[in-house]
């Protein structure tokens, strides 16, 4: 997978190979720095395999692997503890439940919506 990147500095950009094909893009700034960081869900073997995001850190160009999420999950990351940080989320279609794993409170599971939603990521705006 090749990501561009239009840089707002210059008006330049650069180009990443970063994931595989059959991965979900799962952009935000998980470490907190105000810079947007790849990051991406790979599903598992089957529909019902554990996914794992694979996140690469713009603030220190470290590496974080969390396994998160089903397969057949869909991906919605977002800042939903406020705390400026984005936080792996995926949304269980089946049975409108979401998945959040908080950097600062721990796991969030709670059912919103009903069964066959389209979720649409957001953030947490105190």
């Known amino acids: ?28 700034d998980y470490d907190g720095d105000g810079k947007f960081d790849f990051a991406v869900q790979r599903p598992g073997a089957s529909p019902g395999a554990q996914g794992t995001f694979y996140i690469f850190r713009s603030s220190d160009l470290g590496f974080s692997v969390t396994p998160w999420g089903l397969s057949n999950d869909l991906v919605v990351p977002g800042d939903y503890d406020g705390d400026a940080k984005t936080d792996p989320t995926v949304f269980r279609p089946s049975s409108a439940t979401w998945f959040i794993a908080r950097s600062t409170a721990g796991t969030l599971i709670t059912q919103f919506g009903a069964n066959g939603d389209r979720p649409i990521p957001n953030s947490f705006v105190p």
């Open 1 to 28: 997978m090749i990501w561009y990147v239009l840089k707002s500095s210059d008006n330049g950009f650069f180009a990443v190979n970063w994931g595989v094909s059959t991965d979900f893009v799962a952009p935000g």
